[in-house]
């Protein structure tokens, strides 16, 4: 079985190293890596932990922030690792997208090979995702060029946490309202978005939309899996693990709790993930 890891973060040493002076301009950045289950990892580490789980590649961002020159920074770190570890990263880029210099940012990104843009962080860079006005340019720039967003959604209910966020399934629906053509991953679960499935017209509106399972350890219990898959949304969800604060054992031990059947397993670990890199329906 072909395992694609659809939500990792690498993090050049310089992160690290300038930790505190980089989170007194980054609020977001300050509160997440000030966060108890904060981790670091650089690609090295990553292709290490992968080699040990026998995950063949895994969609790798790095992290989001408000700067759009810390952002370029950081999609430099990754395709340099992205060209080290050729056919092991898949690399999505980062930009803040409100900021004057984001389309062509993102425009040099698919032109060094990002597969997509994310995971962009809706608190932290300050937009609204359920605003169309802000999302326009960089949305046309990936329908265009055939790439695809992948935007930090949370559940919203339940306990709170550093980093969750105000943005949920009513947000991820509206993005889907507006730009329904655009492909897009919403990440941890999309907040709940995929129960919605059940409804004819968000059905057609998700046409694009998938979600993914990053912190699903933290927050549901292995049946979330059947239903997802219960109600038709079982080819919209990818594994995705959100190491290096989360590994894959983890989410191995959910996976065998689950009824799924061996097709659907490999669908979840890997198969619906490379249908959509490659654009399939
Ligand atoms: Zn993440």
């Known amino acids: ?59 790798a961002t790095t992290f989001a922030f408000r700067d759009i020159g810390l952002c370029r920074e950081m999609n430099d770190y990754l395709f340099d690792a992205a060209k080290r570890f050729a056919g092991r990263i898949t690399p999505l880029a980062v930009v803040p997208p409100t900021d004057a210099g ?12 990002a597969a997509g843009i994310g995971e962009l962080f809706p608190d932290g860079q300050g937009f609204d995702m359920a605003d169309a006005s802000q999302l326009r340019a960089l949305c046309e720039m990936c329908r265009e060029r055939g790439k695809f967003i992948m935007f930090h959604t949370a559940e919203q209910a339940g ?13 991820a629906a509206a993005f889907c309202r507006n ?16 129960a919605f499935s059940a409804m004819p017209e968000m059905r057609l509106l998700m046409v694009n939309a998938r979600f ?5 350890p933290w927050l549901y219990e292995p049946r979330v899996m059947d239903a997802i898959f219960a109600v038709g949304a079982g080819d919209k ?35 619906s993930a490379e249908k959509f890199l490659r654009q399939e329906p």
């Open 212 to 216: 993914d399972t990053a912190a699903w």
């Open 1 to 59: 079985m072909k395992i694609i890891d659809s939500h990792v973060h690498i993090y050049p040493e310089f992160l690290k190293k300038e930790r505190d002076k980089i989170a007194a301009r980054e609020p977001w950045f300050d509160l997440l890596t000030s966060s108890k289950v904060q981790k670091w990892g650089v690609a090295e580490e990553l292709i290490e932990a992968m080699d040990a789980a026998g995950i063949e590649s895994s969609f």
């Open 237 to 271: 969800i990818f594994f995705g693990s959100d190491w290096p604060i989360l590994g894959f054992e983890r989410y191995a031990k959910l996976i065998g709790k689950t009824s799924l059947a061996e097709e659907e397993k490999s669908a979840l670990l890997g198969g």
């Open 179 to 194: 730009f329904p053509l655009v492909r897009v991953i919403f990440a941890h679960f999309g907040g709940g978005l995929w």
């Open 159 to 171: 306990h709170s946490y550093a980093g969750k966020g105000a943005y949920g399934a009513r947000e």
């Open 102 to 113: 984001a389309p062509a940012e993102a425009e040099r990104a698919f032109d060094m090979g």
